[in-house]
């Protein structure tokens, strides 16, 4: 410690007081953003574990649960970034599922859904969109990097005009508003994040012929640095509501406005040609009769 000042207990007491107050906030680690915070463990027997105070979160699976864990706020639009490490060596028949979901039989859901694989073999990133209880809009992709090896970033962009799947800042897809043709799109019900590690060998791996090796088990997956720019619902209020006492100022929720410039557009295009593997919009056998309405958006093929 360095005292700049003449020295006398007085000030040598004042002194060692910035230190102390200095010392503690480099020591005690913010509780903003922080997993105690921001999320309840829902299920799996002391599976879910919180660590280093707060900053961590892992999920395991073995042969007797998985587990999982939600949001203690609901959102109604934003931006939503997790960093997951996804399970390594053999995932084959394990499912981690990260995604917004409401409650209820006419629920939205906007999800990604990581299917593991034996090793040295690519996980698929699974998307969906629900609205009013409807699905069925999947692709998935290969990803061109090793997502076990580290942390990457997993981003929800969800605005009244379309929805955004980035990886790492990349964009991988975009669901759009496509209202005015018919088609239902979540914007009426706020959704809590969820997250889980279970098992699927009955579909997910090669559509079940590969079954969870239990031998490998427990399977364990990793989250840190979750960030939400969004609308907090709460008391049939949100926050990015004028009206409300917590009100996020519309200037500030860059999010409730933002679509994808022409460079991201192109980025996407990139993923989609060079990364994906299945696309609904594309799959005249399992429409016979049309493909959905949607799908007559550029965007969405």
């Known amino acids: 410690m360095v005292c700049n000042r003449p020295c006398n207990w007085i000030n040598f007491l004042s002194c060692l007081l910035v230190f102390i107050i200095s010392y503690s906030l480099i020591a005690i680690p913010s509780l903003a953003n922080n997993f105690f915070q921001d999320f309840d463990v829902t299920w799996g027997g002391g599976r879910a574990k919180i660590l280093n105070n707060g900053q961590l979160l892992t999920l395991s699976l073995d042969k007797a649960s998985g587990s999982g864990f939600q949001s203690k706020n609901e959102y109604l639009f934003g931006k939503i970034d997790m960093q997951l490490k996804l399970v390594p060596g053999n995932s084959a028949g394990t499912i981690t599922a990260y995604y917004l979901s409401s409650q209820g039989p006419t629920h939205d859901e906007i999800d990604f859904e990581f299917l593991g694989n034996l090793s040295g073999d690519p996980y698929i990133l699974h998307t969906n969109v629900f609205s009013q209880g409807k699905g069925n809009r999947e692709q998935q992709f290969y990803l061109w990097f090793d997502p076990t090896a580290d942390f990457h970033t997993y981003s929800i962009l969800w605005n009244p005009q379309n929805i955004v799947f980035s990886v790492d800042g990349t964009p991988i897809r975009e669901f759009k508003n496509s209202e005015s043709i018919g088609v239902p799109f979540p914007k009426s019900q706020p959704m809590r994040i969820y997250s889980s590690l279970w098992n699927a060998d009955d579909w997910a791996t090669r559509g079940g012929l590969v079954k969870t090796d239990w031998t490998q088990a427990p399977f364990t997956a990793s989250y840190r640095n979750f960030k939400a720019d969004a609308c907090i619902w709460s008391s049939s209020t949100s926050s990015c509501d004028s009206k409300s006492p917590s009100s996020t ?53």
């Open 249 to 301: 100022s519309n200037t500030n929720a860059w999010w409730l406005s933002e679509e994808l410039d022409s460079k991201s557009q192109e980025r996407m295009r990139w993923v989609q040609k060079n990364y994906m593997i299945y696309n609904y919009c594309t799959d005249i056998k399992r429409f016979p009769q049309g493909l959905p309405p949607e799908c007559s958006n550029t965007n969405m093929s």
